[in-house]
């Protein structure tokens, strides 16, 4: 069973010495109650700044809708350059969380009307700069004069971080596949769930604790829950995120 | 958790009402709350004891219905009770003698007695009694009632009931008029309250409770209404609505006068006074008051007594014209009862509890009493017993009941600030010393910076467990008591909750026998000072 709002606060409020929640109080809480809420909510912001890629924050499940890599399909348009990384946000405070700007992938499988051979390619993410000072140019002339349009091979960040954008223009339908990350989202009622698997609920509640002793003017207690959080948070990316084992070879012997 | 700190408090001072919040943060021991609780002579605040019927699941009615007992005392080796119209003896509270018969002057056997006609108490109201000892087997009690002469009645003969000899009549104080207050004072019986004469106090022939004709007896009329009187010492102490007198040298005609004691102070009524620690407590206006004697000979100290409830005396005096007011001492426990009620729905209480330092107070709630009486019975044994509206006689002061129903009891500590009231303190726990009459489950509640909504308050009781009577070398009985229970155990309760003070509340609500409760430690950590 997914662990709730209500039973991490409570888990806190008890490590704490202090009054456990219920759900019919738990909206008009007041006072060191509310200020765990609170905490609750500060920690895993915390948490998901300092490491937005965390796997539980996946925007979908790798491969859902399409074999490829990747967990957002975004399908782009002859002569467009730009698209919403999240397709229907409105602003930043709903876009993406994080976007893995490394494993963008352009291919024409599985878009209507295609046969083989298909284009199926990894595109090279260029900073913005690069891309003004070296492309931007001549793909803007060409749009302008003859519309000749290309096949992408490099993806760019727009300033504004809401759009990717793909360098040269599309010259036809692809589609992008990418992988991206959600916001962790502000828990308000009860029984909101949390999406850390509960093993690693410890990382939450010990950054919490480190905010309470801080309320309560404990520096040595908030450094040691500082240094429990720090710990946790080592295992969990250690866990959840290190890349897999790579074979390292010394040859030296053979020379 | 960081470094916590103790708090060690010990409960004395009784129930105070008179101070302030802040006030009581110097004052940890005493009550801001104390219902059904006493304060122990030995210290500690222990639960009351509860009554029951006399004569228990037999027990029966004096007049047969639930007829107000209007008076109640023990005599001989039974208890005599008003109710109604008539004067009632019962060895058991089982079987009742109506006993308001005239007998010949020489007595009457049984069976004589039985068969005299009744001497109805008509209109009989609240009863007051004086008890002549003589060289008599039990001594001759005095009832009076304010509706009729004076009942005088006594009886002789140790064996059943059926074998003694009764003598009884009635005293002619002033004329036929009735009589409200009986006493004795220096071998004389004293009547005050006579109905048209209500500022004169009557006193019989010295040792001859009967006459108030012959030599020696005399009337002393004073300016203000009498309330009650009470022989203190060598003088007799006339409480009237406004002032308070003596009488001095009532054995010598020629120097007998009337001194006054006060003029501003009166006693609000005659049922509240008693003797007790070598003073007279009676209740007046602005509280309860001693008439103490002082190292001056023929000098009195008037002094307030009750300033730390005193909002509980304003309360009765404002209502006076409602309540029932009765009193009793309990001298085993240096106890001063009073107990006031409408009859209807009030049915409350105080006792003052004689200490080193005074008078420490508790309240009683939920036990009316429309008549008490105490006195000690023909072997010696201080004996209790009240009457109510029900009708029935009950033993005071006895039991883990009322009468079969729970006994709720309350001790609410006034709130702790641990020495700062700044700063935030998270409780960790508490160590309650208790002692047990019995196996016990009291509860306490927690409640954070004086019960504010604005702090989260503990929704529940916490549990103190069961506290198991001691058993003692040399007093255990190897089947009834329980092996481990310890003569003042301390009992560790873990504690949820912070604030920046916080009182407990001790609660029980049932009909396990009664503990005390000596005095507290607590284990808190300080939180900062936002």
């Given at each position: 069973?997914?662990?709730?709002?209500?039973?991490?606060?409570?888990?806190?409020?008890?490590?704490?010495?202090?009054?456990?929640?219920?759900?019919?109080?738990?909206?008009?809480?007041?006072?060191?109650?509310?200020?765990?809420?609170?905490?609750?909510?500060?920690?895993?912001?915390?948490?998901?700044?300092?490491?937005?890629?965390?796997?539980?924050?996946?925007?979908?499940?790798?491969?859902?809708?399409?074999?490829?890599?990747?967990?957002?399909?975004?399908?782009?348009?002859?002569?467009?350059?730009?698209?919403?990384?999240?397709?229907?946000?409105?602003?930043?405070?709903?876009?993406?969380?994080?976007?893995?700007?490394?494993?963008?992938?352009?291919?024409?499988?599985?878009?209507?009307?295609?046969?083989?051979?298909?284009?199926?390619?990894?595109?090279?993410?260029?900073?913005?700069?690069?891309?003004?000072?070296?492309?931007?140019?001549?793909?803007?002339?060409?749009?302008?004069?003859?519309?000749?349009?290309?096949?992408?091979?490099?993806?760019?960040?727009?300033?504004?971080?809401?759009?990717?954008?793909?360098?040269?223009?599309?010259?036809?339908?692809?589609?992008?596949?990418?992988?991206?990350?959600?916001?962790?989202?502000?828990?308000?009622?009860?029984?909101?769930?949390?999406v850390f698997p509960e093993q690693y609920s410890n990382?939450?509640?010990?950054?919490?604790?480190?905010?309470?002793?801080?309320?309560?003017?404990?520096?040595?207690?908030?450094?040691?829950?500082?240094?429990?959080?720090?710990?946790?948070?080592?295992?969990?990316?250690?866990?959840?995120?290190?890349?897999?084992?790579?074979?390292?070879?010394?040859?030296?012997?053979?020379? | 958790?960081?470094?916590?700190?103790?708090?060690?408090?010990?409960?004395?001072?009784?129930?105070?009402?008179?101070?302030?919040?802040?006030?009581?943060?110097?004052?940890?021991?005493?009550?801001?709350?104390?219902?059904?609780?006493?304060?122990?002579?030995?210290?500690?605040?222990?639960?009351?004891?509860?009554?029951?019927?006399?004569?228990?699941?037999?027990?029966?009615?004096?007049?047969?219905?639930?007829?107000?007992?209007?008076?109640?005392?023990?005599?001989?080796?039974?208890?005599?009770?008003?109710?109604?119209?008539?004067?009632?003896?019962?060895?058991?509270?089982?079987?009742?003698?109506?006993?308001?018969?005239?007998?010949?002057?020489?007595?009457?056997?049984?069976?004589?007695?039985?068969?005299?006609?009744?001497?109805?108490?008509?209109?009989?109201?609240?009863?007051?009694?004086?008890?002549?000892?003589?060289?008599?087997?039990?001594?001759?009690?005095?009832?009076?009632?304010?509706?009729?002469?004076?009942?005088?009645?006594?009886?002789?003969?140790?064996?059943?009931?059926?074998?003694?000899?009764?003598?009884?009549?009635?005293?002619?104080?002033?004329?036929?008029?009735?009589?409200?207050?009986?006493?004795?004072?220096?071998?004389?019986?004293?009547?005050?309250?006579?109905?048209?004469?209500?500022?004169?106090?009557?006193?019989s022939v010295n040792n001859d409770p009967d006459n108030?004709?012959?030599?020696?007896?005399?009337?002393?009329?004073?300016?203000?209404?009498?309330?009650?009187?009470?022989?203190?010492?060598?003088?007799?102490?006339?409480?009237?609505?406004?002032?308070?007198?003596?009488?001095?040298?009532?054995?010598?005609?020629?120097?007998?006068?009337?001194?006054?004691?006060?003029?501003?102070?009166?006693?609000?009524?005659?049922?509240?006074?008693?003797?007790?620690?070598?003073?007279?407590?009676?209740?007046?206006?602005?509280?309860?008051?001693?008439?103490?004697?002082?190292?001056?000979?023929?000098?009195?100290?008037?002094?307030?007594?009750?300033?730390?409830?005193?909002?509980?005396?304003?309360?009765?005096?404002?209502?006076?014209?409602?309540?029932?007011?009765?009193?009793?001492?309990?001298?085993?426990?240096?106890?001063?009862?009073?107990?006031?009620?409408?009859?209807?729905?009030?049915?409350?209480?105080?006792?003052?509890?004689?200490?080193?330092?005074?008078?420490?107070?508790?309240?009683?709630?939920?036990?009316?009493?429309?008549?008490?009486?105490?006195?000690?019975?023909?072997?010696?044994?201080?004996?209790?017993?009240?009457?109510?509206?029900?009708?029935?006689?009950?033993?005071?002061?006895?039991?883990?009941?009322?009468?079969?129903?729970?006994?709720?009891?309350?001790?609410?500590?006034?709130?702790?600030?641990?020495?700062?009231?700044?700063?935030?303190?998270?409780?960790?726990?508490?160590?309650?010393?208790?002692?047990?009459?019995?196996?016990?489950?009291?509860?306490?509640?927690?409640?954070?910076?004086?019960?504010?909504?604005?702090?989260?308050?503990?929704?529940?009781?916490?549990?103190?467990?069961?506290?198991?009577?001691?058993?003692?070398?040399?007093?255990?009985?190897?089947?009834?008591?329980?092996?481990?229970?310890?003569?003042?155990?301390?009992?560790?309760?873990?504690?949820?909750?912070?604030?920046?003070?916080?009182?407990?509340?001790?609660?029980?609500?049932?009909?396990?026998?009664?503990?005390?409760?000596?005095?507290?430690?607590?284990?808190?950590?300080?939180?900062?000072?936002?």
């Open positions: 069973m997914a662990t709730t709002y209500l039973d991490i606060t409570n888990e806190v409020l008890r490590e704490l010495n202090e009054l456990p929640l219920t759900s019919a109080n738990f909206a008009s809480a007041i006072g060191l109650q509310q200020f765990v809420k609170d905490a609750i909510n500060k920690s895993i912001f915390d948490i998901a700044n300092e490491e937005p890629q965390l796997p539980f924050l996946s925007a979908g499940l790798s491969g859902a809708t399409d074999p490829f890599y990747g967990n957002v399909t975004v399908a782009t348009t002859a002569g467009t350059r730009w698209y919403l990384l999240k397709a229907g946000s409105s602003s930043l405070a709903d876009d993406y969380g994080s976007v893995d700007w490394d494993d963008f992938y352009l291919t024409t499988i599985n878009v209507s009307g295609e046969t083989a051979p298909y284009v199926s390619k990894g595109l090279r993410f260029i900073n913005l700069e690069d891309w003004k000072r070296y492309y931007r140019d001549s793909e803007n002339e060409d749009d302008a004069n003859g519309q000749a349009y290309g096949e992408p091979v490099r993806v760019i960040k727009s300033p504004d971080s809401r759009k990717f954008g793909l360098s040269p223009i599309p010259d036809k339908e692809y589609n992008v596949h990418f992988y991206a990350f959600n916001k962790p989202t502000k828990l308000t009622a009860y029984s909101d769930t949390i990382v939450i509640t010990s950054r919490a604790r480190y905010y309470v002793w801080q309320f309560k003017e404990s520096p040595q207690q908030a450094a040691f829950a500082l240094e429990d959080h720090k710990k946790a948070m080592r295992h969990m990316k250690s866990n959840l995120m290190n890349p897999t084992p790579r074979v390292m070879t010394d040859d030296r012997r053979y020379f | 958790m960081a470094r916590s700190q103790p708090y060690t408090v010990a409960c004395a001072g009784g129930l105070v009402k008179s101070a302030n919040s802040i006030d009581l943060l110097r004052t940890p021991g005493v009550a801001r709350e104390l219902r059904n609780f006493e304060v122990s002579i030995e210290g500690g605040y222990r639960r009351i004891n509860g009554y029951t019927k006399l004569g228990g699941a037999s027990a029966t009615r004096p007049t047969g219905s639930a007829t107000q007992i209007l008076g109640v005392i023990p005599y001989a080796d039974g208890v005599i009770a008003c109710a109604g119209t008539g004067i009632y003896f019962s060895q058991d509270g089982i079987t009742w003698l109506q006993v308001n018969r005239l007998s010949a002057v020489s007595g009457d056997n049984y069976a004589t007695f039985t068969g005299k006609a009744l001497s109805a108490r008509t209109g009989q109201g609240q009863c007051s009694f004086a008890v002549f000892e003589n060289s008599y087997d039990y001594g001759e009690i005095i009832i009076s009632d304010g509706a009729n002469r004076p009942f005088s009645f006594r009886m002789e003969g140790t064996g059943a009931l059926n074998t003694r000899t009764f003598f009884s009549s009635l005293i002619t104080v002033d004329s036929t008029n009735s009589v409200k207050y009986v006493t004795v004072h220096d071998h004389h019986l004293i009547a005050a309250g006579v109905d048209n004469n209500d500022s004169t106090v009557y006193y108030f004709t012959g030599v020696g007896a005399g009337a002393i009329t004073i300016s203000d209404k009498i309330v009650g009187i009470r022989g203190f010492r060598e003088d007799l102490i006339i409480f009237c609505e406004n002032s308070l007198h003596k009488l001095i040298n009532i054995n010598d005609s020629g120097t007998v006068a009337v001194v006054p004691v006060a003029e501003n102070v009166g006693c609000l009524s005659g049922y509240s006074i008693q003797e007790i620690g070598g003073d007279l407590v009676f209740l007046a206006p602005d509280g309860l008051r001693t008439v103490a004697g002082t190292a001056r000979i023929g000098d009195v100290e008037l002094g307030t007594v009750s300033k730390a409830i005193q909002p509980l005396l304003n309360d009765i005096a404002r209502n006076i014209n409602d309540y029932t007011i009765t009193s009793m001492v309990h001298r085993d426990k240096s106890q001063y009862r009073l107990f006031y009620s409408d009859l209807v729905g009030i049915k409350n209480g105080i006792i003052g509890t004689l200490r080193p330092n005074g008078f420490e107070w508790s309240e009683i709630r939920g036990i009316e009493v429309s008549a008490i009486g105490t006195a000690f019975n023909e072997v010696g044994i201080e004996e209790h017993y009240h009457g109510s509206t029900s009708g029935y006689v009950y033993v005071h002061d006895s039991g883990n009941s009322f009468d079969g129903s729970n006994i709720l009891a309350r001790f609410g500590t006034p709130d702790y600030d641990y020495g700062d009231l700044g700063t935030l303190k998270t409780l960790h726990y508490l160590k309650v010393s208790a002692s047990a009459e019995g196996v016990v489950t009291p509860d306490i509640q927690v409640r954070f910076d004086y019960g504010s909504s604005d702090t989260p308050q503990p929704s529940s009781l916490f549990d103190l467990g069961t506290i198991d009577p001691p058993s003692l070398f040399g007093d255990a009985v190897f089947g009834t008591n329980i092996f481990g229970g310890a003569e003042n155990p301390l009992i560790r309760i873990p504690l949820q909750g912070s604030g920046y003070s916080n009182n407990f509340t001790v609660i029980s609500e049932d009909t396990k026998a009664p503990y005390t409760i000596n005095g507290f430690y607590i284990d808190f950590i300080p939180s900062g000072r936002r």
